[in-house]
């Protein structure tokens, strides 16, 4: 059984670019929930995908944008970087039961893309 | 709105003595509650979760947890830690309708010999 992969590991860009992150699920696995991890601080989240389809979104502005694909892969996508955007981004796999506002089973993490914006 | 307060940012402890990882959480609504530990340069992996049933859950590695919904707590406990333990671990809790997972802040688990 694969378990959940990120790709790149680290990445450097500076302000004003734009970054795609990708996330491969654990096999079996419907659903991805993607954080923002801060130095220093819990995750945060940022949206799930069930489906292909945006599930729920947290606090963060539409420059942070999702696709799920139909192998239930993941990439997350950020425009117009900012400073405060530097922070590991984790995606979670899981397997859903349903549609919006059904419970998901246990999240898989992968271990993160360290992104450093200058 | 919900929200997790892990009440201390940092434990340091013994090894072989006894620890507990506070975690307090708010929501309107029922919830799910998970222990997560991340190691250095690590993803989180989940150490154990609370869904229904008995308020007391264990971990394979000596680590237990109690729901206890009148002071809406979680706390982690260990009888006797190991070095391999310090890490920093994260209370979340998730509402029954399960798209969003809200984390404490952490706390840093350091155990010294």
């Known amino acids: 059984e694969t378990g959940v992969t990120q790709s790149p590991t680290h990445l450097i860009k500076t302000r004003g670019q734009q970054v795609t992150l990708r996330c491969s699920s654990q096999s079996g696995h419907n659903t991805v929930s993607w954080y923002q991890q801060a130095l220093g601080q819990g995750p945060q989240f940022i949206f799930q995908y069930y489906r292909e389809e945006e599930n729920g979104r947290g606090n963060f502005p539409p420059r942070f944008s999702g696709l799920q694909f139909p192998n239930y892969s993941s990439e997350l996508n950020v425009n117009a970087l900012e400073l405060d955007d530097s922070a590991l981004y984790l995606c979670a796999s899981s397997f859903g039961f349903g549609g919006i506002d059904t419970y998901t089973d246990t999240q898989y993490f992968g271990p993160g893309t360290r992104l450093t914006v200058l | 709105a919900q929200s997790v307060t892990q009440l201390d940012s940092q434990v340091p402890v013994f090894e072989e003595a006894p620890v507990e990882l506070r975690c307090n959480y708010s929501s309107s609504v029922s919830v799910y509650l998970f222990w997560y530990v991340q190691y250095p340069n690590q993803g989180l992996q989940l150490l154990l979760k609370?869904?229904?049933?008995?308020?007391l859950v264990e971990s394979i590695n000596g680590f237990e947890a109690e729901f206890n919904k009148s002071q809406t707590s979680f706390h982690l406990r260990k009888p006797s830690v190991h070095i391999s333990d310090t890490a920093e671990y994260f209370c979340a809790v998730t509402n029954t309708g399960g798209f969003k997972t809200i984390f404490g802040a952490g706390t840093r688990l350091f155990v010294k010999a």
């Open positions: 609370y869904l229904s049933g008995s308020t």
